[in-house]
Every structure is written in structure tokens, then in C-alpha cells.
């Protein structure tokens, strides 16, 4: 099928985008990287009256630290922070989820604005910015405002942006010493969406765990937080069973819902799984990196 | 597939049979809910517009009503058609009261057919389970709402309307669904919708998502 019929907009500056919403209203969706957007358009699934087509507001892709924070631009694209050496070298969680998106087409043109607002439980970047604790900026006609992550997903497709508002910045506190994260994702075939996956960040001091964060893609209606997993280990020197704990503790709270990916169950056990081997491997790089 | 669960009111039994019976409440909480019509007896058609996500569609659905048992259960059998999809199902919904608190228990066999089917599977799940959520808060806020303002038996049918004509169900962001803003006016005098349209719409939700 091809998409129904709409009206297609593309404003040169955030104020112009803005006041499109503003005046088209609930008949209006933005197209950044569109590779949610359009196969849903394409199947007739979403029919907007309305595409504001944001590609045109360059200045909104950038990845650059300052202040102790990351910052990345909302139209900045996933295969950006592939060949980004910062990320590969600082934000290692960052990096292994923006392998692991989909595949290298679709990469080269969605973005991590989009894969954030678009909040569809299967997308990889929640889970990372949950145990990155992020903040997301965002734009409206009443001016700039900053959403706490733990704040920013509220439900299937839905963040507590207002229908009017543009995402326009992910900030990423800087990593201090002795931190480290990883992403670990199981998927049936390369490019898929996650059965289940988990992301985890982490500092430690020596063999506690002074703090952690850990993000679940996919085994909930919208993405969630271990945080039963995290009360295990902080404050806690880390060991194999305590781990162990972890994992079952975040397969206990995550709430997955059976489809052609799998069980209850199956995808149960595989989060237990998946949160055992992303600690364990954020452990590995947080004394790497004290070392 | 398999829709089922338990939902708790803080009112007593008879009050959300009464709620369950009223087709102004149904349009009040089911999120979308365009129309309202009997077309036989105990048959009604109803029109949903459903918005989740990026998604949108307007589906048509017919609900029987049988096995009536009041004030205690009833069952559905729905047909339901989109330009998405189909879907048949029956649902059994049972009421257990306790004083001042009604356990609802639902359970529901569904056949979704059709475009939404294949493209939406790993969504209807969870879609589904959302939209019946909402709808049971918004009508657990109207059914509260009646209870704690005393009124019992036959008073109560009259509450329930009047409070629905001015609800609002709450906006919890489960997902975008929109609820209706008018209260469908011209409605069936005959009741026994509103839990038909609750799957109505968790079908209209099937039919309509990823």
C-alpha cells in the first residue's frame, strides 16, 4: 500500500516548526528519520493530514560534551553515534544500543530524538537513557523546558511531551571514575527488535557497587527501570549469586506480553539472563576504567 | 488470544451492574466512542475512533449480549470490522461484590484476522490490556464517585446517568487513546452495553494497532 493522502511541511527553524503544530494541531506528526513513522503511514495504520518534516533543522544535530554532560541533538542520526569516537571511548552503553538498533539503512537516518519520542517499548535508546538517568530538553510555543527521564515515558506511545512540543536535546551526565554500562540484546535475526534486553550503568569502588541504573527494553508496556535489581546490588560488593539475585529480580518486575517473540515466560527468564550477562559486563569496564 | 483479568471497584455490586447496564457511562469511558445503536434485541452496533500512538482508525463492531444474569455475570459475543482487520470473540464477564467493593473478572477468547494481525502482532497485547485498563479507571472514578455519594438500589441507575453526563474519564496516560468528549445522547433506553463495549473497543483496539 502507499500512505493516504496528506499535506507535507518543511519549516527551516525550530520557531517554524513549532507554529506549524501549533496552527495544524492533532492532524500534524513530525517526520525526523521516519522509519517508525512511514511504514506505519505505508500500511495505512497512522494517517496524519499533516507531515512537519524537521530534517531541515540541521542545528539540532550535534554530539558534544561541556558542563559534565553529553549532549546530544535530537536529529542526530544512530549511525552518528556509531562513528562517533567520544561515545565508542566514553559512553560505551551509548554505543553498543546504537549497534544494535535495527540495521545500518534505517541507521543512517533515524535519530535518537525520534527512537526517544516516538516511545514505542521495543525501541532501544529508553532502556540506555533510564540507566543513564537522562534528561531530555524539550521545545513548545511556551518556551524550553528539561523532562527528567525517570519522568518521560508514561505509557504505550506516550511521553509526558505535550502534543505541541519538539524534542530537542538528550543530555547524558559525564561518567565518573570507576563507571562503566553495557547494552546486551537478544534479538531472532540482526535488525530485529529486542525479545528482551537490558541496559545497565554502573560506578564501583573497588568491589562494591556504589550505584546503578538499569533499563529494560521491550518486557513492559513502556520502559522500566530494574529497580528491585538495583536495590540488590548498590551498596553491595558484587559476586556471582548476588548478580544472580539481580537477574531474577528484574525478571520478577518486568512485565512482558506474549507475541510471535515469545512467551511469558521465555522472554521471563531471558530478561534474568540479559541483566546478569550487562552487569556483569559493566562491571568488567568499570574497573577497566578505574584501572 | 487471550484477554483476561480482574478489575476492583470501590462500590458495591448492584451499583456496577447499574454502571455496567448504562450506554451514557459506556461513551463517557470507552475512549473514541462515536456511536451507539440497538439494532435488535439485546444486539447493538457501535462505532469506535481510536487513537494510539502514531495509529488511528474508526472500526464498527456488533455486540450480543447473553447468558444475562443479574446482577451477577452476563457473556459477549462480538463481531468486529475495521479496514484493518476482523475480529470475533466472546467474553464473559462476572461480578463478585463484597459490601462496598466489587470484584470484576473478565475473560475473553478473541480471533483477530486481517492486515492488523500480521503487522501489529507484537502489539495487540499490550494495546489491549492498556485501553481495557483505562477504560476500567475511568469507570471506577464514575462508579466512586456514585458510592460515596450514598445513593443505593434503583437511586443508583439514576446517579450513575447523571454523574456521567458530566464525567470526564481521568487522562491517564496509558496511551493515546482519546476519549470521547460528547456523551452520546441518543442512546438506547435498553442497557447491558457497557461491558460489550469495553471489548468493543479493546476489538476496535486490536483492529487499529501495531
Avoid at chain 1, 559476586?239 to 511469558?264: K, M, Y
Avoid at chain 1, 530478561?271 to 576504567?289: F, L, P, S
Avoid at chain 2, 475495521?82 to 475480529?87: A, I, K, Y
Wanted: net charge negative.
Amino acid at each position: 500500500m502507499i500512505p493516504a493522502q496528506f499535506d507535507y511541511h518543511s519549516p527551516g527553524s525550530l520557531e517554524e516548526a513549532l507554529s506549524l503544530l501549533e496552527q495544524l494541531g492533532d492532524e500534524a506528526k513530525i517526520l525526523a528519520g521516519g522509519h517508525s513513522l512511514i511504514p506505519a503511514m505505508r500500511f495505512r495504520l497512522a494517517m496524519p493530514e499533516n507531515l512537519v518534516d524537521i530534517n531541515g533543522l540541521t542545528d539540532l544535530d550535534y554530539i558534544r560534551e561541556a558542563d559534565g554532560w553529553l549532549a546530544i541533538g535530537a536529529l542526530t542520526r544512530e549511525s552518528a553515534l556509531e562513528e562517533s569516537q567520544l561515545v565508542q571511548d566514553r559512553y560505551p552503553l551509548l554505543a553498543d544500543t546504537a549497534e544494535v538498533i535495527a540495521d545500518p539503512l534505517v541507521r543512517n537516518l533515524a535519530t535518537v530524538g525520534g527512537n526517544l519520542a516516538h516511545a514505542d517499548p521495543a525501541n532501544d535508546h529508553p532502556a540506555t537513557m533510564l540507566a543513564y538517568g537522562a534528561e531530555i530538553a524539550v521545545q513548545g510555543p511556551g518556551g524550553a523546558r528539561t523532562i527528567l527521564i525517570d519522568e518521560f515515558f508514561t505509557g504505550l506511545f506516550e511521553t509526558s511531551m505535550a502534543a505541541n512540543e519538539i524534542l530537542t536535546e538528550i543530555r547524558i551526565p559525564e561518567p565518573g571514575a570507576g563507571s562503566g554500562g553495557a547494552y546486551l540484546k537478544v534479538e531472532r535475526k540482526v535488525g530485529d527488535y529486542a525479545i528482551s534486553a537490558a541496559a545497565v550503568q554502573l560506578t564501583m569502588d573497588g568491589d562494591t557497587c556504589t550505584g546503578i541504573r538499569i533499563g529494560l527494553t521491550n518486557v513492559s508496556p513502556s520502559p522500566i527501570r530494574a529497580t528491585e535489581a538495583e536495590k540488590v546490588l548498590t551498596g553491595q560488593v558484587l559476586n556471582e549469586e548476588l548478580i544472580e539475585v539481580a537477574g531474577q529480580a528484574a525478571s520478577d518486575q518486568s512485565d512482558p506480553s506474549p507475541d510471535l517473540r515469545g512467551s511469558v515466560e521465555y522472554k521471563r527468564d531471558l530478561t534474568r539472563v540479559v541483566t546478569k550477562r550487562a552487569i556483569a559486563k559493566a562491571v568488567e569496564r568499570a574497573k577497566g576504567a578505574a584501572s | 488470544m487471550k484477554v483476561a483479568g480482574s478489575y476492583t471497584f470501590e462500590a458495591p455490586q448492584k451499583t456496577v451492574w447499574e454502571a455496567l447496564q448504562n450506554p451514557t457511562v459506556l461513551s463517557s469511558v470507552l475512549p473514541g466512542c462515536d456511536r451507539l445503536e440497538e439494532v435488535g434485541e439485546n444486539q447493538f452496533e457501535g462505532e469506535l475512533n481510536i487513537k494510539v500512538g502514531p495509529v488511528q482508525g474508526k472500526f464498527k463492531g456488533r455486540v450480543e449480549m447473553c447468558d444475562l444474569n443479574e446482577p451477577n455475570s452476563f457473556t459477549l459475543k462480538i463481531d468486529g470490522q475495521g479496514s484493518t482487520g476482523f475480529v470475533k470473540a466472546t467474553a464473559k464477564v462476572e461480578l463478585e461484590g463484597t459490601g462496598e467493593s466489587t470484584v470484576m473478572n473478565y475473560d475473553s477468547d478473541a480471533q483477530v484476522g486481517g492486515r492488523i494481525a500480521s503487522v501489529g502482532q507484537r502489539l495487540l497485547d499490550s494495546s489491549a490490556k492498556a485501553i481495557v485498563q483505562q477504560s476500567l479507571q475511568g469507570m471506577h472514578e464514575l462508579t466512586k464517585v456514585v458510592s460515596q455519594s450514598g445513593t443505593e438500589g434503583g437511586e443508583a441507575s439514576a446517579a450513575v446517568a447523571e454523574a456521567a453526563v458530566d464525567f470526564e474519564a481521568p487522562t491517564q496516560a496509558e496511551f493515546a487513546a482519546k476519549v470521547a468528549k460528547e456523551v452520546a445522547k441518543d442512546v438506547v433506553p435498553r442497557p447491558l452495553v457497557i461491558g460489550g463495549l469495553i471489548i468493543v473497543v479493546l476489538i476496535a483496539l486490536y483492529l487499529l494497532l501495531f
